[in-house]
Structures are given as structure tokens and as C-alpha cells.
């Protein structure tokens, strides 16, 4: 097994809040009106430091999407998940951007996530 190489970004960053591996840049931010299970998710251009999981179809508020749960490269905890494929026209744009539960991250400056507003709204899987 080869060693982990983690990347470690500059400027305001998104971090994993069990081990603070760096996740995201701001700059690579696209969205704050995702949601989750869990609350509010963010969509990002791309992350760093995750594996990614299988492919799988999950029906969700826009649609049906192919998907791929991410994980932290150093806890192994699920951050989020990346859009493989988007089967509905107008949710195209979401193909090879990448979720990250806001509730699993802290924020640039070191806060933990805390409930000052409600997502929103867009994807979730339906229960």
C-alpha cells in the first residue's frame, strides 16, 4: 500500500471536522443552496483529499442522478458525494461537481457548522 499524499490548500479552505483534512477551496464554491439528510450541502467545481466510492442511481428532489459517495482520504468518512451523471436536461450542469455536507466540514476560518438558516432546497435523496 503506497503512502497517503495530502494536499494542503491555501487561502480560505473547507475541512474535513473529524481529522481537518483540507477538502475545497472557497474559490472552487459554486453553490450554498444544496441540501442533505443531514441539513445544507455545498456544491464545489472539485475537492481534494477524498476517494471516491461506487457509481449508483439514486432518485433525488431534481431527479435521477448517477452518483458516487466521496470519502476523506485520511478518516475515511463520508463528505459528501460526486454528480456522475444527471438524467434530467436542466441538472446537467451538476455532472463531475462534487457535494460536501456542510455538517461533516468546518468552514475556512476553523467554525464548526451551526444552524442559522433553513437549505434552499435541491437535491436529497427521497425517503
Known amino acids: 500500500m503506497g503512502r497517503l499524499h495530502v494536499i494542503q490548500l491555501e487561502g480560505r479552505i ?3 471536522k473529524q481529522c481537518r ?3 475545497a477551496n472557497m474559490d472552487e464554491l459554486i453553490s450554498k443552496a444544496f ?3 443531514q441539513g445544507k450541502a455545498y456544491l464545489f ?3 481534494v483529499n477524498v476517494s471516491i466510492g461506487p457509481k449508483e442511481n439514486r432518485v433525488m428532489t431534481t431527479g435521477l442522478h ?6 476523506c482520504n485520511c478518516c475515511q468518512r463520508i463528505v459528501g458525494w460526486k454528480y456522475v451523471e444527471a438524467f434530467v436536461k ?3 450542469y451538476k455532472e463531475g461537481k462534487y457535494i460536501l ?3 461533516k466540514m468546518t468552514d475556512g476560518d476553523g467554525s464548526d457548522y451551526y444552524m442559522d438558516s433553513q437549505p ?8
Open 45 to 47: 467545481n472539485t475537492v
Open 21 to 23: 483534512s483540507h477538502l
Open 120 to 127: 434552499l432546497g435541491s437535491d436529497t435523496d427521497d425517503v
Open 14 to 16: 473547507y475541512s474535513c
Open 35 to 37: 441540501h442533505c439528510r
Open 90 to 92: 436542466s441538472q446537467k
Open 101 to 103: 455536507e456542510r455538517q
Open 66 to 71: 448517477t452518483v458516487a459517495d466521496i470519502y
